[in-house]
């Protein structure tokens, strides 16, 4: 009687396991059609992951509602599939009940993502303010070319000034061409750096100028005497500096902060970074305001 109560239960956890084992099997089935389906039909870019987040019974009757998020390094974007029980068909777009658009519902809003602030490697980039800024870090991709860059360093500066304990500024290169005169100046203005912090800074400062704005699009060679002129100016070693730019390490700086803007997918300058948030090309009042009352 004992065996025949223990085969008995030992059959019932068998079966149970096997259907728990068919569950997951199912389960993988239908959102594996899901995903392959999603990435044939799209063109996502290189750095876009696509992970599962649910799936359940949907209205549609033989259907199971699959969702997925696209995950990039400043977005997380739902969509919802929904998947047929033998996962041979496919629908993919908005499903309509009595006006409600349920697809929509299901997935949720799409929500940016916090950006790991170790990703900008602050300590080897050129900032200023505040050295442990216990309310704001900003990370900004600009080059000297830029009109708008200009106003955005001038608004910039302006904070730092009234906030010097609590603004903490690192300035990213981003040329927008890899080759010609705006790289260029990016790579001896990155050069400057190996002089020092200060020396960097003499320079940003000058090239963001009014009159500073008059010598962005001159030669290389006039640019670099301007650049020498500045430092001897302020008391720094020149010599420094032309041997940092002979030896590539400016422009090992500048490739190294566009290969960093490319990874969060910066695409235009200026593009500011706030305590890992992505907020565009503009710090407002009220951005301002919300970071320095946290």
Known sequence: MVKRIFFGTLCLTLLSW???FQ?????????????????????????AEVKF??????????????????LTPTREDPVVLYVDAKGEIVIWGFLFIKGENVTR??????????????????????????????????VEFSNFQC???????????????RHPQEIRYVFKHFPLQPRGIQFELSEMAAATQEVSQEAFWAVHDFFFSDDGQTWVKKEREVLKKKIEEILKEKGYDE???????????????????M????????????????N???????????????????
């Open 105 to 138: 519902k299901e997935a949720g809003a799409s929500r940016a993502r916090k950006i790991n602030m170790a990703l900008f490697d602050i300590d080897k980039s050129a900032h200023r303010g505040a050295s442990q800024a216990n309310k704001m870090t900003v």
């Open 23 to 47: 569950g997951f099997a199912q389960e993988d089935k239908h959102v594996q059609v899901a995903i392959h389906t999603f990435k044939s039909q799209v063109r996502l870019r290189p750095e």
């Open 259 to 274: 290969l960093t803007g490319h990874k969060i997918g910066v695409r235009a300058t200026p593009t500011i970074v706030i």
């Open 18 to 20: 096997l259907l728990i």
């Open 276 to 294: 890992g948030d992505l907020i565009g090309s503009t710090i407002t009042d009220k951005m301002l305001e919300q970071y320095l009352k946290n």
């Open 53 to 70: 987040v649910e799936k359940k019974e949907s209205p549609i009757p033989g259907f199971y509602s699959v969702k997925l998020s696209i």
């Open 147 to 161: 009109p708008f860059c200009v106003k955005s360093w001038r608004k910039m500066k302006e904070l730092l000034e």
């Open 239 to 257: 010599k420094v500096f032309q041997e940092a730019l002979q030896a590539g390490k400016g422009k090992k700086r500048v490739e190294e902060d």
